[in-house]
């Protein structure tokens, strides 16, 4: 009786086991990875060192994405290629901003590498999913469970992915040009250096009757109130923050380290001699309200304040923030991460409360809030109860939009702040 013929066992599907598939992904994410390298170690911004914590850890997750990859099954391959796809375009985003205002340069090139790799990873992942569908079974339990998996892949992408990309586009993007200067009056070019050692640039207009006002941030939103106060004989200084226009520095939109920013703004005022002593303010507007808040709050620079606008700029407020049980939900862990990706993508911990820091502040203060501008501006209360401060709320208000709101009770209010805190 002959043997019967034993028959190997059948191989996995191609796509099973990831294929060809596997060394597309792997390509991406090298040039993601070499983008991250780039950005952080061999070429990080003018006057900062190599990050070694900011390319570390997301290289070590990267690391650790290309290794499990061909490890797992083809719906959890689409999800990881389409997720880092989307991390691809955060990390690729900051060349195209820098690329189109002033041409390729430095990390630009490996970031354009970068977010070439994004589209693959997004058509990879679409493809593995596609191709990995189940077609067997009964067919309303198959699409109720594509359902089910596409609203848990939703979920994960706005709780976790888009924090973390939202985190790396804000530490790595700026103005990247002097704005036209509109401030109606005769002003200077002039330069300081930060107590880190970043040289800072910006305008100053003299001023004409002892004082002298910080509009802050940047050079460009603050540029209609500074007009107001230059017309009121104050002395006016705008200056480009970290890592924005001509100034050294990594760009921090959450405002982190900023306040060293208005110390060494305060520093250079004291040393001019058309301010005197005791006569230094500043009015700061949205993240630049937060900075004026935290110095004060940390150091005696500035002799008075108005702050605008000034909201969260990690977890810690977030948690302050009056919300449903639905937004505690969904907004706790999308502000965990991203602070998280803020303080891996900035190298530096969380600023402190900023509450905590406002019950802190001295000097006389006067807070600004537009309390449905939906920018968390209701957290204003607390602030000013902290710091014992005034404040006014314009309900109409768009963020920062109280000048153009009440453009008269504005200036009286504004100008007559200063005029009384500063004498």
């Known amino acids: 009786m002959p043997a019967t013929a034993v028959r190997p066992a059948p191989?996995?599907?191609?796509?099973?086991?990831?294929?060809?598939?596997?060394?597309v992904f792997l390509g991406a994410v090298a040039a993601i990875a070499l983008h991250v390298l780039d950005d952080t170690v061999f070429q990080p911004p003018a006057g900062t060192s190599p990050a070694w914590i900011s390319a570390l850890v997301p290289l070590a997750l990267l690391g650790l994405a290309a290794w499990a990859y061909p490890?797992?099954?083809?719906?959890?391959?689409?999800?990881?290629a389409l997720a880092l796809g989307v991390l691809g375009i955060a990390a690729g985003a900051e060349a195209l901003h820098y690329t189109r205002t002033l041409g390729p340069s430095?990390?630009?090139?490996?970031?354009?590498?970068?977010?070439?790799?994004?589209?693959?990873?997004?058509?990879?992942?679409?493809?593995?999913?596609?191709?990995?569908?189940?077609?067997?079974g009964n067919r309303a339990w198959r699409y109720a469970r594509r359902v089910l998996l596409g609203a848990a892949g939703l979920l994960v992408l706005a709780v976790v992915v888009f924090p973390i990309a939202l985190a790396y586009v804000t530490t790595h993007t700026a103005r990247a040009v002097v704005p036209?200067?509109?401030?109606?009056?005769?002003s200077e070019d002039v330069a300081f250096t930060t107590s880190d050692g970043l040289r800072l640039e910006g305008?100053?207009?003299?001023?004409r009757n002892g004082a002298a006002v910080i509009a802050f941030p940047g050079r460009s939103g603050p540029q209609d109130e500074a007009r107001m106060l230059a017309r009121h004989g104050y002395g006016v200084l705008l200056l480009d923050r970290r890592g924005e226009g001509r100034s050294e520095g990594e760009p921090n939109a959450w405002g982190w380290g900023g306040w060293r920013d208005v110390e060494a703004a305060a520093a250079y005022l004291r040393?001019?001699?058309?301010?005197?002593?005791?006569?230094?303010?500043?009015?700061?507007?949205?993240?630049?309200?937060?900075?004026?808040?935290?110095?004060?709050?940390?150091?005696d620079a500035l002799d008075a304040l108005v702050s605008e606008g000034a909201g969260a700029r990690s977890i810690r407020e977030d948690l302050n923030e009056e919300m449903p049980a639905s937004g505690v939900i969904l907004g706790g862990p999308m502000s965990a991460f991203k602070t998280a990706g803020v303080a891996v993508f900035a190298h530096q911990s969380p600023?402190?409360?900023?509450?905590?820091?406002?019950?802190?502040?001295?000097e006389p203060a006067l807070l600004i809030a537009a309390p449905h501008s939906g920018h968390g501006e209701d957290l204003n209360r607390g602030y000013a109860a902290a710091a014992g401060a005034e404040l006014w709320e314009i309900p109409e208000s768009g963020?920062?939009?109280?000048?153009?709101?009440?453009?008269e009770e504005y200036e009286r209010r504004v100008v007559g702040f200063f005029n009384a805190a500063l004498r």
């Open 399 to 407: 963020h920062v939009g109280g000048l153009e709101a009440r453009p």
């Open 71 to 80: 490890r797992l099954t083809g719906g959890r391959r689409g999800a990881l």
């Open 351 to 362: 600023p402190p409360d900023l509450q905590q820091l406002a019950g802190r502040v001295q």
């Open 203 to 207: 305008w100053y207009v003299p001023s």
């Open 106 to 136: 430095g990390d630009d090139f490996t970031g354009l590498l970068a977010l070439a790799a994004a589209p693959v990873l997004l058509g990879l992942g679409a493809v593995t999913l596609w191709r990995t569908r189940r077609t067997e």
């Open 271 to 299: 040393r001019r001699a058309d301010v005197e002593p005791g006569r230094i303010g500043g009015i700061g507007f949205s993240v630049g309200g937060e900075m004026l808040l935290e110095t004060a709050g940390r150091t």
């Open 11 to 23: 191989t996995p599907p191609r796509e099973r086991r990831g294929g060809g598939g596997t060394y």
């Open 180 to 186: 036209e200067n509109t401030l109606g009056a005769a």
